[in-house]
Structure formats: C-alpha cells, structure tokens
C-alpha cells in the first residue's frame, strides 16, 4: 500500500464561513417567501435540513498527527500536515490502534479529560466517557515491554528488558498492512529480543562465537550491551519495515540472572572474585621472597638450600595468609 499524502485542501475555513452565510441566507429566503414563493422557499428549506452534511468534510489536524480518510471502502489519502482541511463530506478516518494502549509515551487520547467533561455534562461523578480518536501520532515514542524469562546462550536463564524508541513513518503501511501496528511492534520487540539474547552468553564464556565468523569471541549480555541492543534495533526494524514503522534506538533497561539462579551465580562470581585476588597476592608474594633472597645473597648472610627453603616457606606463609603471624624469635644458633 503506497501512502498517498493529501496537501492541497486547506480550505476548510472557507467553507467553514461559506456553509454559516449559506445557513443565513436560507433562514432570510424562509422569512423573505413566507412560504409564498415556492421557487425560494423549497431549495432554502432543502439547504437547512442538508446543508450541514457539507461541515463532515471538515478535518483539523495538529502537528505531528495524521489522519488516515477512506472513501466508500477505499483508500482516499492521508492529512499528514498540520491545518484545517475539508475533504469529501463522506471519508472516514481509519485508524484499528486507536484504542490500544500499551506501556508508552505517546498516546494521542486524554481519558482524563474526557471523563471530567462527562461528569460536567451529566453532573454525575462516576461517569466516564470512552473517547476515540482516529488520529495517528506521528511523534517519537517510547515502547517498554514488560521483563522477559530468557535462556542465553549457554542455557542459563535471564531477565531482561529493553525501551524501543520508534514512530510512525508510512501511515498507509501501518493502518492496511497489518492489523494493529502498535500490537504487532510489541510481538515483534519480544521475538527479536529473544532471537538475540539466545546468541550471547551472560558473562564472558570461553569457545562462544557471538559474531557468526567462526572465531571465538568475548561478546556478552553484560560487557557488550551496545552491540547487543544495536542488534536488537536491526532485527526489530527488519520485522517491522512493511507496518510503516521506524525503529530509531533500542536499549536495555534491565538485566539480571533469573531469580532461582541467583544466589548460585553470585557464590560463583564471589568464589572467581576470591580466586583472583588470591593469585594477584601469590604472584606479589613469590616477587618478594626472590627480591629478599637476593639482597640477602649479596653478602648479609649466606643460606644453604636447607635453609633458604625454610625461609621461603615462612616468608610465603607470612605473605600469602590472611590473619596476623605470631613470630617466634631463636636465640639459639642459626643452625
């Protein structure tokens, strides 16, 4: 479906004013033929009680909004820029996502507003009123889907949530293409993401292949975010080019181990975490012990073998423990 722009009938003021002075000049015909004057009072009284049939035609649009108009079933065009248009009396605005609400910015309906002017109206506190606007906003949007319960790419479960920044670009794509544009961008957001995540593992894993070239590589949910949601971004675009759809960023706002997993996965990210200090402390400890033996070797005191292995035996348990040493003094011989 090519969308089809209507730009030339900016008009509607005038017939606006055209229908009033009309309406004006019937009731004076009426009152003028007195019903004397068949010839005047016949069309005058035929324009009172049709001539308003002409104010249908009569369409405002706000900027960044749009209307989709069909004709008798067809598709007669789109008001995509801000004015007062009149078009054919009997078009009608199309729109099958007006009343989906989704957990978004961006929604052209004020229920609020609507509900107090019900009130006003009936004077009856507990009334509502359902309003529906056909219109499409064409403004920048924020789509948040609730947290999803994903495997990643080693099999362990995860939540995870992204925002998809996205608007309406083709309004005719969007309103006959598919059945709810707004339905079919929150499906489509939850398959790519799942698509994708299952591709990275959550941490850095050794043998993964997250690029597709074959090669090993360090890619993951937590140290790669950037790559993974412009990839995310890709596939959603990709799903949602013929609902007339533009995806323009997609981040993820959420991400953790599952909840019957997470107690296990923080012991084991402790455990690597005490796994690393422990050799950061053995590798400074071995360096000092050699640089001790060295300076003692200088000519302080001279070790047989016996004796340097004893001492870097204490000097490692001194380094490497992690309580204070009681040191126990020899005043004996060394040997």
């Not at 080019?241 to 019957?260: D, N, S, V």
């Amino acid at each position: 479906m090519q969308e089809k722009i209507i730009t030339g009938k900016k008009y509607g003021l005038a017939v606006l004013i055209l229908v009033i002075l009309l309406y004006v000049a019937a009731i004076a015909g009426i009152i003028y033929s007195q019903a004397e004057v068949i010839a005047i009072f016949i069309p005058c009284i035929a324009y009172i009680a049709l001539g308003w049939i002409a104010l249908l035609g009569l369409k405002v649009v706000r900027p960044q909004e749009a209307l989709v108009l069909t004709l008798f079933g067809e598709y007669y065009g789109t008001l995509k820029f801000q004015g007062f248009y009149w078009v054919h009396p009997f078009c009608t605005a199309i729109n099958p996502a007006a009343k989906t609400k989704l957990s978004q910015s961006g929604d052209v309906i004020d229920k609020e507003k609507g509900n107090a002017l019900a009130k006003v109206l009936s004077g009856n506190q507990n009334a509502e009123i359902e309003v529906t606007d056909k219109r499409i906003s064409l403004k920048i949007m924020t789509l948040s889907n609730a947290k999803q319960k994903i495997n990643d790419r080693l099999g362990t479960p995860i939540e995870i949530g992204i925002a998809v920044i996205w608007r309406v670009v083709d309004t005719a794509k969007a309103v006959f293409n598919v059945d709810n544009y707004k339905e079919y961008l929150s499906l489509q957001c939850d398959a790519a993401l799942r698509d994708i995540v299952r591709i990275y593992p959550y941490d850095v894993a050794e043998g993964i292949d997250t690029t597709g070239d074959g090669q090993p590589d360090e890619g993951s949910l937590r140290g790669s975010s950037e790559v993974v949601a412009r990839r995310i971004k890709e596939e959603i675009q990709g799903k949602v080019h013929e609902a007339g759809l533009e995806i323009l960023e997609a981040k993820i706002t959420y991400l953790a181990y599952a909840p019957e997993i997470a107690a296990a996965m923080l012991q084991r990210q402790q455990a690597a975490a005490v796994v690393d200090a422990r050799k950061l402390i053995v590798e400074g400890a071995v360096g000092m012990v050699e640089m001790a033996l060295d300076r003692l070797n200088e000519g302080v005191v001279q070790l047989d073998e016996e004796r340097k292995a004893a001492m870097v035996s204490n000097l490692l348990v001194v380094l490497c423990g992690n309580k204070d040493v009681q040191p126990v003094v020899n005043s004996g011989s060394l040997y």
